[in-house]
Antibody, heavy 122, light 111 residues
Framework: QLQLQESGPGLVKPSETLSLTCTVS??????????WGWIRQPPGKGLEWIGS???????YYNPSLKSRVTISVDTSKNQFSLKLSSVTAADTAVYYC??????????????WGQGTLVTVSS | QSVLTQPPSASGTPGQRVTISCSGS????????VYWYQQLPGTAPKLLIY???QRPSGVPDRFSGSKSGTSASLAISGLRSEDEADYYC????????????FGTGTKVTVL
């Protein structure tokens, strides 16, 4: 059974960089059939897609976050990571990692991590 | 701001049928597949419908999806108390070099 687990600091100071890692178990991140994505959800609000990465390193980013986001993949560790720079309180959210099936572009998010709350505060 | 619009709430009594709409445009729903996610309180979203109307293994056939033009719908028939959750539609949007967009979300309450 595929499992995804987010890890990283739960508290980040304003203007600093948020860094999270998603560890994939029960399957290979190097599969040619999937992208791997990050999604976030501010407290009490809806879902926002951040971006997705293919095992080769090819990425899609949300244009509204693109200038601050970097998603990378480490196939040797079966992990992919998120970096979000210059954070503000508006970046406080539960961050989820998930597996994207592919229909030419990232498609259904069929497996999700449990999510991790990241609070931006001094 | 979400580009897919859903009603903020929907409700029904046990056994009733509830329908949730998702309105988009030609660059998203009009030209790509629609997905639906269920988010129970305090949990991660779960894929409910993919490719407009397909159910993943384990999803009851009480849940059904449809799409017409630039709109989509999720129907829940035989409503049960455990269906009380937030529901989100989603689709790939071809504008702005491509992006995955979610709907505004609908809270379903079982009365």
């Amino acid at each position: 059974q595929l499992q995804l687990q987010e890890s990283g600091p739960g508290l980040v100071k304003p203007s600093e960089t948020l860094s999270l890692t998603c560890t994939v178990s029960g399957g290979s991140i190097s599969s040619s059939s999937y992208y791997w994505g990050w999604i976030r959800q501010p407290p009490g609000k809806g879902l926002e897609w951040i971006g997705s990465i293919y095992y080769s390193g090819s990425t899609y980013y949300n244009p509204s976050l693109k200038s601050r986001v970097t998603i990378s993949v480490d196939t040797s560790k079966n992990q992919f990571s998120l970096k979000l720079s210059s954070v503000t309180a508006a970046d406080t959210a539960v961050y989820y990692c998930a597996r994207n099936s592919i229909v030419v572009v990232p498609a259904a998010l069929d497996y999700w991590g449990q999510g991790t709350l990241v609070t931006v505060s001094s | 701001q979400s580009v897919l619009t859903q009603p903020p709430s929907a409700s029904g009594t046990p056994g009733q049928r509830v329908t949730i709409s998702c309105s988009g445009s030609s660059s998203n729903i009009g030209s790509n597949y629609v997905y639906w996610y269920q988010q129970l309180p305090g949990t991660a979203p779960k894929l409910l419908i993919y490719s407009n109307n397909q159910r993943p293994s384990g999803v009851p056939d009480r849940f059904s999806g449809s799409k017409s033009g630039t709109s989509a719908s999720l129907a829940i028939s035989g409503l049960r108390s455990e269906d009380e959750a937030d529901y989100y539609c989603a689709a790939w949007d071809d504008s702005l070099s491509g992006r995955y967009v979610f709907g505004t979300g609908t809270k379903v309450t079982v009365l």
